[in-house]
C-alpha cells in the first residue's frame, strides 16, 4: 500500500470513531473493491463451467442459434434429439435381461430409452432418455465389473447427488473416472495413441468408457462402452442409445478418429476393471 492511501485510511479510521457518516464511507471505500473483485471472480467461474450458457446471455436472440451449433459440434451437449436415429429406435422399447456373451467378458445391457425409465428424471429439468448416456453406461459398467446391480435410475441419483449432472448439457465427464472409483473399480484414463493398449484391455477382460462426437454414434456428444475386441481386431460396443449398433463389431479407427477430442477427466477413454 502506497503511503498516500496508509494515510487516507488513517484519516478516516480516526473521523469514524466520531463521525457516523464518515465510518460509512470508510465501509463503503473498503467493501466496494471487494464486492467487484468478488463480481469478478463469479462471471470468470461461470465462463468457466458454463461457457456456452454464458456466450448466450452476451448475444442477441438473432446470435444465439450460432452458439448451439457450436455446442452440437463440438460436442459439448450428450442430449439425444428426437430426430436421431438412437432414438426413434428405441424409444418406448423396453430391454429387459440382456446380456452380451460375445465378447471376452459378458456384458449386462441398459438402454437410457428403455420405457421402465426413460422419462425419469436426471436431475430437476433432464430426464434419463435425453440426458442420461453417462449414467446408463456406468451402470452398465458397474453392474458388469462388481457384485452390485445398478440400474440407471440409481445411477442418475447418485450422479445427480454428487453433483455430475450438467443441466441442460448430459454429464461431466468426470462421472466416469470419479463413479468407478466410488464404486471400487479401477481407472485409467486413455487417448487415441494408446490403441494398443486399449485393445490388450479388452482382450483381457477389462471395459472402456468412451465420450464420443460427431459422427456414427451421434450427432453431438455421447458416452458409449467398448466391450470387447474380435478376432479381426474389431471392436465390440454398448451403446446406452442403440441396441443395433451395439449388436455391430466396429472398426477401431472409427471410435478413435469421433472421440472427442478436447475430452476432459483423463479422457476419451476410460480403462476399467475390477
Same mark, same amino acid.
Given at each position: 500500500?502506497?503511503?498516500?492511501?496508509?494515510?487516507?485510511?488513517?484519516?478516516?479510521?480516526?473521523?469514524?470513531?466520531?463521525d457516523e457518516q464518515a465510518r460509512k464511507r470508510?465501509?463503503?471505500?473498503?467493501?466496494?473493491?471487494?464486492?467487484?473483485?468478488?463480481?469478478?471472480?463469479?462471471m470468470v467461474l461461470q465462463l468457466l463451467i458454463?461457457?456456452?450458457?454464458?456466450?448466450?446471455?452476451?448475444?442477441?436472440?438473432?446470435?444465439?442459434?450460432?452458439?448451439?451449433?457450436?455446442?452440437?459440434?463440438?460436442?459439448?451437449?450428450?442430449?439425444?434429439?428426437?430426430?436421431?436415429?438412437?432414438?426413434?429406435?428405441?424409444?418406448?422399447?423396453?430391454?429387459a435381461g440382456i446380456v452380451f456373451k460375445d465378447?471376452?467378458?459378458?456384458?449386462?445391457?441398459?438402454?437410457?430409452?428403455?420405457?421402465?425409465?426413460?422419462?425419469?428424471?436426471?436431475?430437476?429439468?433432464?430426464?434419463?432418455?435425453?440426458?442420461?448416456?453417462?449414467?446408463?453406461?456406468?451402470?452398465?459398467?458397474?453392474?458388469?465389473?462388481?457384485?452390485?446391480?445398478?440400474?440407471?435410475?440409481?445411477?442418475?441419483?447418485?450422479?445427480?447427488?454428487?453433483?455430475?449432472?450438467?443441466?441442460?448439457?448430459?454429464?461431466?465427464?468426470?462421472?466416469?473416472?470419479?463413479?468407478?472409483?466410488?464404486?471400487?473399480?479401477?481407472?485409467?484414463?486413455?487417448?487415441?495413441?494408446?490403441?494398443?493398449?486399449?485393445?490388450?484391455?479388452?482382450?483381457?477382460?477389462?471395459?472402456?468408457?468412451? /465420450?464420443?462426437?460427431?459422427?456414427?454414434?451421434?450427432?453431438?456428444?455421447?458416452? /458409449?462402452?467398448?466391450?470387447?475386441?474380435?478376432?479381426?481386431?474389431?471392436?465390440?460396443?454398448?451403446?446406452?442409445?442403440?441396441?443395433?449398433?451395439?449388436?455391430?463389431?466396429?472398426?477401431?479407427?472409427? /471410435?478413435?478418429?469421433?472421440?472427442?477430442?478436447?475430452?476432459?477427466?483423463?479422457?476419451?477413454?476410460?480403462? /476399467?476393471?475390477?
Amino acid at each position: 500500500m502506497d503511503p498516500a492511501t496508509a494515510k487516507l485510511l488513517a484519516q478516516l479510521a480516526i473521523k469514524a470513531a466520531t463521525d457516523e457518516q464518515a465510518r460509512k464511507r470508510l465501509i463503503l471505500f473498503i467493501a466496494a473493491p471487494a464486492a467487484a473483485l468478488l463480481l469478478l471472480i463469479a462471471m470468470v467461474l461461470q465462463l468457466l463451467i458454463s461457457p456456452f450458457e454464458t456466450l448466450k446471455i452476451w448475444l442477441s436472440p438473432s446470435e444465439r442459434p450460432v452458439v448451439e451449433d457450436m455446442r452440437t459440434d463440438y460436442g459439448f451437449t450428450q442430449l439425444l434429439d428426437k430426430d436421431e436415429d438412437g432414438y426413434v429406435e428405441s424409444a418406448e422399447q423396453q430391454y429387459a435381461g440382456i446380456v452380451f456373451k460375445d465378447g471376452s467378458r459378458e456384458v449386462l445391457y441398459y438402454n437410457q430409452m428403455d420405457k421402465r425409465w426413460a422419462d425419469k428424471p436426471y436431475g430437476p429439468h433432464d430426464t434419463i432418455g435425453v440426458a442420461g448416456c453417462g449414467p446408463t453406461s456406468l451402470a452398465m459398467v458397474v453392474s458388469t465389473l462388481t457384485d452390485q446391480t445398478i440400474d440407471p435410475v440409481a445411477m442418475s441419483k447418485w450422479a445427480y447427488d454428487n453433483g455430475y449432472l450438467a443441466s441442460g448439457t448430459g454429464s461431466y465427464h468426470s462421472l466416469i473416472p470419479d463413479g468407478a472409483k466410488h464404486f471400487g473399480l479401477k481407472v485409467q484414463g486413455a487417448i487415441a495413441k494408446d490403441k494398443q493398449k486399449m485393445i490388450d484391455a479388452l482382450a483381457s477382460g477389462k471395459l472402456i468408457v468412451a /465420450i464420443m462426437g460427431k459422427g456414427h454414434f451421434t450427432s453431438s456428444g455421447h458416452f /458409449i462402452v467398448l466391450r470387447g475386441v474380435t478376432e479381426e481386431g474389431k471392436i465390440l460396443v454398448a451403446d446406452p442409445a442403440s441396441k443395433k449398433r451395439s449388436d455391430q463389431a466396429w472398426d477401431f479407427s472409427i /471410435i478413435l478418429d469421433e472421440a472427442r477430442k478436447n475430452a476432459a477427466a483423463g479422457g476419451p477413454f476410460w480403462i /476399467i476393471n475390477s
